[in-house]
């Protein structure tokens, strides 16, 4: 199989990266070596799309965020991503942290942010917007620009508009050596050689092994942990924005946010580890995130907890995102390290990767004519009106069939899932694409029925239906 | 279909519990019922057990859940109720409309005169729990387990070990023995087992499958699919003894760590709901707070006996038939019962003083007592006072006021039930 360019990982940066390359004529691979697009740390994060004063001044990281946020609005439109911009506040718990908010707000300014997208409000002003503030919380930085956005959701919309537009998704196609040949990167996958004239690393924790395949030792990703709780939609509205506390010496703190489906997240904690393809939780995650938690909102409890996650951070020595044409090959291009604010900035990680891309290619890049920057949107039953589902029903009975009662998810959407462009073939994948699984009761309703679907539409014996394919069974033979 | 049905009784969920209610109603003169159940059958939970135990108290004889289940099925189609499955209902109003949609008529919209509701309960998911490790595929909830096994057919483990000993995780060790699997342990974290004595000795010590009080699991190994647990013992605070960790290799976690009464739709409509049953607040008759609206089975409480069930859905039944014959017709006049020492709960929370019928209490121990009695009382004066070899938090209790007793209580008197020594 040839291609021009081979994009290696298909999470946030790899899934948007491929959607910009699709307005091209070039042939793009997608190579994933999971069981679907977004199954590593585009899936587990906090989903917040930062303002953009956090980041160190001229650093990527710094430019790449305020421009990034910027993009996400039209992006997330575009591709029928739920985004809300609900603004985020900083909060301090002193007089000295108030004097860190002053030196953010400073930051911000530097880095590019609108004066008046950012604010410090004293304690009354902060207990307005969040009445369920502790008491011990005297002010905060209000910043309107930030906002959340679910991050799997916009990974499966990107990598679905770069499929529609001719890019190619491989699954289950890890990349195991590479080697370069005749002017052709020669790729041993899972499934295969692939050739590719182009390519471009964006392997997450994974990304400085991939540099090393080709002798790019310049990369070094230490995974760290985070973990996080997310709670029942009966506790929505615990919070408005997302609630940051003040940095201290002693950390970051957790962060209590709504996520755009009316859950509240609370996490993620920080932890070093070794293993990079486990983000499996500690003992006691739970009651650390809490603990912190309740230093911003005292009233926010682990009874509320309907599920508990981890997610990896790609954090390089350097701190920064490194984005570029490698030194052992410039037409390589590294998009690693891209730690947090990852999410926030990969409308314009995306953007600058295809810069790069433009200033190596031999040739010009010609742009398609029938290029669509969309994708179909989903059903989502949940969010109609009655009058809206009537019709929906009338035109097509599996819209009248619900499969999920907790997140009211029908059989119609858990259909069009797996029949999308870069549709699910797992349990998780459903799950991601249509909160079928997600709500209070986890799939233990809903989770058989799931398969049964699947297996249907898969035309696959239903014990070969995976949680998130490798080896996650979930069935075994048939009983006696 | 687009025009709103007019029905004098919706029953929503047509488990043992809808069903009862539904003929029992009709028994009573009720008109046009319709039993709306998002199943493709009538039988509710009953459909996946099927092993025996059931209609003991109410049949005299031992069904298995699906047999019980066609008794009252039978019953429903012999009569002239509606029935409609694979029908969900999404949401009610103050008004008693009731939406619901399914693949035959799309969207459905009823105008009831009264509401039943139900909707039985759902299993706790790992969520609640704190248990560290991956998400690897493996952990489900002994509920779901049931429904491979007994309903698709398919196996969803071959070493196992099951978290909580309520009945649904006992039944669950049996059930994976008998299919070849290998059951290694049950842990309880409690120093007692949740579940029926019969179920203990049936279901765990005649296949030897210990069972591990005081111990639970912290955490789950593997990354695709689970290779192994953590176990620890607690203490009396429920906190994890340092030291006493253990590996136990299995490639199944079973959660059976409770039932959560599924009261999505009464939520909706704002009705007063008690915080220890997770079930609506209800009257003798089980009338919850909003008139015209009724509640029984285990969206009201979690029964471990399905002949409790029916009962308590016949006494709804029989309350709905009442409203609906005459809406505006309340005399009532109400003293609250309250669970005192050693009772967690007490169903019904209050009851009318002026009712011409007896009136069962059904209440719940909050732990195990041994040699001690139950004592009914309304301030000094003590009602009823019963003695029992044992009380245990798995079964449920209950304490009959009769007329007599009825009188003596005057409106708003606080009805105590405590266990005491004896
Ligand atoms: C705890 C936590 C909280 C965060 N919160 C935020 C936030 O609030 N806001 C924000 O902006 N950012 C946040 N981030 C950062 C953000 O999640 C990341 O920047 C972003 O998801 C990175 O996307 P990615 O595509 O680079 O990586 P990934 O999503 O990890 O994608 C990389 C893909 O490469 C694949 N891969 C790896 N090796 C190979 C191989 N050999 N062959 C083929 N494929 C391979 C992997 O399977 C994976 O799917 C957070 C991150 C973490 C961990
Ligand atoms: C695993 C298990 C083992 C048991 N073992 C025994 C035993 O050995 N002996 C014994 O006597 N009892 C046993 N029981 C107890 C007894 O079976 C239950 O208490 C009884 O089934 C409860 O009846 P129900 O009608 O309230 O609930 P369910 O049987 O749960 O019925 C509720 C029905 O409502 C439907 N529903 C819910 N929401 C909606 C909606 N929005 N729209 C439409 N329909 C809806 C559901 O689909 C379901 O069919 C056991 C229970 C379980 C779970």
Request: glycine share 8%.
């Amino acid at each position: 199989m040839f291609y021009d360019v081979a994009i290696i990982g298909a999470g946030v940066i790899g899934s948007l990266t491929a959607r910009n390359l699709s307005q091209y004529n070039l042939k793009v691979a997608l190579i994933e070596k999971g069981n679907d697009v977004a199954c590593a740390t585009s899936k587990a994060n906090s989903g917040i799309v930062h303002a953009g004063f956090d980041a160190k001044p001229g650093t990527l990281k710094a430019r790449l965020n305020v421009d990034g946020t910027k993009k996400m609005a039209d992006v997330c439109k575009t591709l029928f991503v739920p985004f809300k911009e609900i603004g985020s506040l900083v909060v301090a718990f002193s007089d000295y942290e108030v004097e860190t908010l002053r030196e953010l707000y400073q930051r911000g300014i530097t880095n590019g942010l609108d004066a008046d997208s950012m604010e410090i409000l004293d304690r009354q002003a902060l207990v307005k917007l969040e009445p369920n503030i502790s008491p011990d919380a005297v002010g905060a930085l209000l910043s309107k620009t930030a906002g959340i956005v679910c991050p799997y959701e916009l990974t499966v919309a990107a990598a679905e508009c770069a499929a529609t537009n001719g890019v190619e998704f491989l699954r289950n196609c890890g990349v195991n050596s590479i080697k370069f040949e005749n002017d052709m990167f020669i790729l041993s996958t899972e499934q295969g050689e692939i050739s590719a004239k182009y390519i471009i690393n964006a392997a997450g924790v994974h990304s400085d092994d991939i540099a090393k395949m080709i002798g790019d030792n310049s990369i070094n990703i230490t995974p760290r942990l985070g973990e996080y709780a997310l709670l029942d939609k009966s506790v929505g509205n615990v919070v408005n924005h997302v609630i940051f506390q003040c940095p201290t010496e002693m950390g970051k703190g957790v962060l209590i946010a709504p996520t755009v489906d009316g859950n509240v997240i609370v996490g993620p904690t920080t932890v070093e580890v070794d293993n990079k393809d486990s983000a499996a939780i500690a003992q006691d995650a739970l009651s650390n995130v809490f603990k912190s938690a309740n230093k911003s909102v005292p009233s926010i409890s682990m009874r509320n907890t309907i599920t508990s996650f981890g997610g990896l951070r790609a954090h390089d020595v350097t701190s920064d995102f490194i984005i570029g044409s490698s030194n052992a090959n410039k037409k390589f291009i590294n998009v690693a390290g891209i730690a947090s604010p990852g999410l926030a900035s990969s409308p314009a990680i995306a953007d600058y990767v295809l810069e790069i891309l433009k200033s190596i290619y031999d040739g010009e890049l010609e742009k398609k004519s029938d290029y669509n920057p969309s994708r179909t949107e989903p059903v989502k039953f949940r969010e109609m009106s009655d009058e809206q589902r009537r019709e929906l029903i009338a035109k097509n009975k599996a819209y009248g069939r619900i499969i999920c009662r907790c997140e009211t998810v029908t059989e119609g959407e858990i259909i069009d899932a797996i029949n999308s462009p870069v549709g699910a073939r797992d349990v998780d994948g459903v799950k991601r694409r249509t909160r079928a699984g997600m709500g209070r009761c986890q799939s233990g309703f809903c989770g058989s029925k799931v398969m049964e679907i699947l297996s249907r539409e898969l035309n696959v014996p239903i014990n070969e239906i995976t949680k998130f394919g490798g080896k996650s069974d979930i069935l075994y033979e048939r009983t006696k | 279909m687009n025009s709103t049905l007019k029905y004098d009784l919706v029953v929503i969920g047509g488990g043992p519990a809808g069903m009862a209610a539904a003929l029992e109603a009709k028994k009573n003169g009720v008109g046009k019922i319709i039993i709306l159940e998002r199943a493709e059958t009538l039988g509710g939970i009953l459909e996946q057990c099927i092993h025996t135990g059931f209609g003991l108290h109410y049949f005299g004889e031992e069904l298995s859940g699906p047999e019980y289940a066609h008794k009252f099925i039978e019953l429903v189609e012999q009569s002239d109720i509606d029935v409609k499955t694979d029908t969900m209902v999404i949401s009610i109003s103050k008004e008693r409309m009731v939406t619901a949609v399914n693949n035959q008529d799309g969207f459905i919209q009823i105008d009831a005169t009264a509401v039943i509701l139900a909707m039985g309960c759902r299993e706790r998911a790992r969520g609640a729990l704190d248990i560290a490790g991956s998400r690897a595929s493996g952990v489900m909830t002994a509920g779901a387990a049931q429904k491979f096994v007994n309903i698709d057919g398919y196996m969803p483990g071959k070493k196992i070990v099951i978290l909580g000993s309520g009945d649904i995780g006992l039944i669950m060790a049996r059930r994976m023995t008998l299919e070849g699997a290998q059951v290694k342990m049950v842990c309880e974290l409690m120093p007692y087992s949740g579940g029926l004595t019969r179920n203990i000795v049936q279901c765990l010590d005649d296949f030897d499958i210990p069972l591990k009080l005081s111990c639970t699991v912290i955490e789950v190994h593997g990354t695709e699919r689970v290779e192994g647990i953590t176990i620890a013992q607690v203490d009396e605070n429920r906190n994890v003894i340092d030291g006493t960790q253990e590996f136990v290799e299995c490639d199944t976690l079973l959660l059976s760590v409770g039932l959560i009464p599924e009261n999505e739709l009464s939520k909706q409509i704002d009705i007063d709901m008690d915080p220890i049953t997770s079930g609506p607040v209800v009257n003798e008759m089980r009338q919850t707070s909003l008139p015209g609206v009724f509640a029984c089975g285990n969206v009201l409480q979690v029964h471990d006996l399905v002949d409790y069930v029916t009962t308590e859905s016949q006494i709804a039944g029989l309350g709905a038939a009442k409203y609906i014959s005459n809406p505006n017709n309340d005399d009532s006049r109400y003293a609250f019962t309250k669970g005192g020492d050693g009772v967690r709960y007490i169903v019904p929370q209050k009851v009318n003083i002026n009712s011409k019928e007896e009136i069962k209490l059904y209440f719940r121990v909050a732990d195990v007592y041994l040699k001690s009695k139950f004592v009914v009382s309304v301030g000094d004066e003590v009602l009823i006072e019963k003695r029992k070899q044992k009380f245990a938090p798995g079964e449920m209790e209950n304490a009959t006021l009769t007329l007599e007793m009825l009188e003596k209580i005057k409106e708003n008197d606080e009805i105590v039930i405590s266990i005491k020594e004896r």
